[in-house]
């Protein structure tokens, strides 16, 4: 009879360990890419693909420490498993259902984390895409005081490198990093790795006009998240790694459309480029 209720112990908790692991979407965004960014964000039905389908009511402290980067167990440990069960192995997509109280009563949002092909969480996703807003930092209570002094400005340096030198054309992968972008690239680890008060750490892709809004924005993003893995894994190490693309919907200069197309892309090179904000520590 012991054996008996041993195996049976066995059984259950080897159930259980499947049930962990079938939780989270593999398949459903389309074409994720390796660098965790998926060419069409697609969210799962709740009704049909949920299994905890009430969701949960999360900690926004733990939600605002999620940052590309994270793995999974991290991820389990600041908002716990996924609700949505459609993958067995590899999953590369964590879906989950969140509630958040608000003035006007219980606002019901869908949160989706990207995994990279090393399993760590590089894009996240809202829908409706203002449920982002919850993890504002509320503002601070007024101080009353009789005298203010002004804390000095945070230092901060800036970088700007040219996407065609660092990429192939319309790339954005480690892959496709060209060698004078990789000695830029070194250049800049060697600089950030021996700082002794790197704080946040700001990337940001931009691109020109050419193309679709959604696709430069894909690739915007991209090439942002290609460039803070080269940095990390060249040994920077910053309290924050903040990775944004802003596509096209920032350009240093403008270009007439009349061009021969060649001089045109010329013409627009200034705007194809990645900005990096290097904050000190306070």
């Not at 606002?107 to 969480?121: S, V």
């Not at 802003?246 to 060649?262: A, I, S, Y």
């Amino acid at each position: 009879m012991k054996k008996h209720i041993e195996w049976a112990g066995i059984a259950l908790a080897t159930v259980a360990m499947l049930a962990l692991q079938a939780c989270g979407t593999s398949t459903v965004s389309k074409d994720i890419s390796q660098e965790g960014v998926a060419k069409e964000v697609v969210f799962p039905d709740i009704k049909d693909n949920a299994w905890l389908a009430e969701g949960t009511f999360p900690n926004l402290d733990n939600l605002r420490n999620i940052a590309p980067g994270v793995t999974k167990d991290q991820l389990y440990d600041l908002i716990g498993r996924p609700h949505f069960r459609e993958g067995m192995a590899g999953v590369r997509e964590w879906d989950y259902i969140f509630h958040f109280r608000t003035p006007t009563g219980i606002k019901t949002c869908q949160y989706k984390a990207i995994f990279d092909k090393d399993l760590r969480a590089q894009t996240f996703h809202w829908l409706p895409e203002g449920c982002g807003d919850v993890l504002a930092a509320p503002a601070p209570a007024p101080l009353v005081v009789e005298r203010v002094t002004e804390k000095p400005p945070v230092p901060v340096r800036r970088f700007e490198l040219s996407a065609d030198a660092l990429f192939a054309f319309d790339r954005s992968g480690t892959d496709d990093l060209l060698p004078k972008g990789r000695k830029e690239l070194d250049a800049l680890v060697a600089a950030l790795r021996d700082a002794k008060d790197v704080g946040v750490l700001e990337i940001t892709g931009h691109t020109d006009r050419l193309g679709g809004e959604a696709y430069n924005q894909r690739l915007s993003l991209a090439r942002a998240a290609t460039v803070r893995r080269y940095l990390t894994d060249g040994g920077v190490r910053a309290q924050r790694i903040d990775v944004n693309g802003r596509g096209e919907t920032q350009p240093k200069v403008q270009c007439d459309d009349n061009t021969h197309r060649e001089a045109l892309i010329a013409c627009l090179a200034p705007n194809r480029r990645v900005e990096i904000s290097v904050q000190a520590s306070k």
